[in-house]
C-alpha cells in the first residue's frame, strides 16, 4: 500500500502502549492518546493501538505480529523504558529488531536533556524489522509528545527509505 497525499506520505502507525496497570485497565492510558493526537496532527494514520503488560514476552509478541502484518510503517512503543525492573520494553525490542536505528534513540535524548537532567535514564532503543520501524518513547504523556516530535521530521524520508521509494534520494544533493 503506497498512501501518498499531495506528494506527502501518509505513515501508518501502530501504538503500543506497554503498562500492567494500563493493561489490568487500573489506569486509563494517557500516552497513547496523546501520542495519536500528535500523529494525526501530521495528517498520518493511527492502523493499531495496542496495550500490553510490562513482559518481555507480550511486548516481543505485539512487536513480532504488527511487523509481519505488512500494514504499519511504523509502531511506536510508550513505557517501560525506565530504570524499574519491569522495564522491559528496550530488551523486548532489541530481541526483534533486525537493524538497529540509533540515531533515533540518541536524538530524544539529547533532545530531552534541554528540558530535564532525567533524560540520561531512559533506555530507549529504535530500530528496524522487515520493512518497519520501531521507536521505544517514554510512558509519560508528555515526554513521550516531546519525544516523538523530535524524530517526527525524519520519519517519512525513513518510511520512504524503507518502502525503497525512488524518491527517497530526490532531496539529496552530491557534493
Excluded: C
Excluded at 72 to 88: A, K, M
Excluded at 140 to 163: F, G, T, W, Y
Amino acid at each position: 500500500m503506497n498512501d501518498i497525499v499531495s506528494s506527502n506520505l501518509v505513515l501508518r502507525v501502530g501504538i503500543i502502549t506497554v503498562s500492567d496497570r494500563s493493561s489490568a485497565g487500573l489506569r486509563p492510558d494517557a500516552s497513547g492518546p496523546a501520542l495519536e493526537g500528535l500523529i494525526t496532527t501530521r495528517g498520518w494514520k493511527v492502523v493499531r493501538r495496542l496495550t500490553v503488560p510490562d513482559e518481555v514476552t507480550a511486548i516481543k509478541k505485539a512487536l513480532i505480529h504488527w511487523t509481519g502484518s505488512g500494514d504499519l510503517d511504523v509502531i511506536l512503543t510508550t513505557g517501560g523504558t525506565g530504570f524499574s525492573p519491569r522495564d522491559v520494553t528496550p530488551e523486548a525490542t532489541q530481541a526483534v529488531i533486525e537493524r538497529a536505528a540509533p540515531g533515533l534513540a540518541e536524538a530524544m535524548r539529547q533532545a530531552s536533556l534541554r528540558i530535564t537532567p532525567h533524560a540520561m535514564l531512559s533506555r530507549s532503543v529504535a530500530g528496524i524489522r522487515g520493512r518497519t520501524l520501531i521507536v521505544n518513547l517514554p510512558g509519560s504523556p508528555k515526554a513521550a509528545a516531546e519525544n516523538l516530535d523530535v524524530i517526527m521530521p525524519v520519519l517519512p524520508h525513513a518510511v520512504q527509505l524503507l518502502r525503497e521509494d525512488p524518491r527517497s534520494e530526490a532531496g539529496h544533493q552530491p557534493r
